[in-house]
């Protein structure tokens, strides 16, 4: 089965050629923009944890090793500073906080499972753009 984003490309082509048309005009057609927008949501670029925002809210993390009520080693966090707790701040996720490989789930108990490595940004909200 061909993928939908080169069905789309592939008739966009046919369209303009039959219709005689320059191919620089490809770039205008629905077929594809839609083809452009499909391949920009399918791309999520994974980048090391040492170069993550820690001002700009929620990113995803990629922790290698944790399992539970989590997708595929991928959890939603946010960076926390409280210089009360730790000095250099800390990850707080949607399943703890993850800092250097402790989990806040009550007492500080070791996860070395909940360190992330790779962060990505989140898509926009439904609705927002």
């Known amino acids: 089965m061909k993928d939908i984003v080169e069905e789309l490309r592939t008739q966009c082509r046919e369209h303009h050629a039959l219709?005689?048309?320059?191919?620089?005009?490809?770039?205008?057609?629905?077929r594809w923009r839609a083809a452009d927008e499909i391949e920009s949501l399918r791309q999520t670029t994974w980048q090391p944890i040492e170069t993550a925002p820690k001002d700009e809210g929620p990113v995803l993390?990629?922790?290698p090793g944790l399992a539970g009520h989590v997708a595929d080693e991928i959890v939603v966090g946010t960076w926390r500073?409280?210089?009360n707790r730790r000095?250099?701040?800390?990850?707080v996720s949607d399943v703890g906080a993850l800092d250097a490989g402790f989990a806040e789930t009550g007492p500080w108990?070791?996860?070395?499972e909940l360190q992330p490595r790779?962060?990505?940004r989140l898509p926009a909200?439904?609705?927002?753009k």
């Open 125 to 128: 909200r439904p609705g927002r």
């Open 109 to 112: 108990i070791e996860y070395r």
């Open 19 to 30: 219709a005689g048309e320059d191919t620089g005009t490809l770039t205008g057609d629905l």
């Open 61 to 63: 993390l990629f922790c």
């Open 118 to 120: 790779q962060w990505a």
């Open 87 to 91: 000095s250099l701040g800390f990850w």
């Open 81 to 83: 500073f409280d210089p």
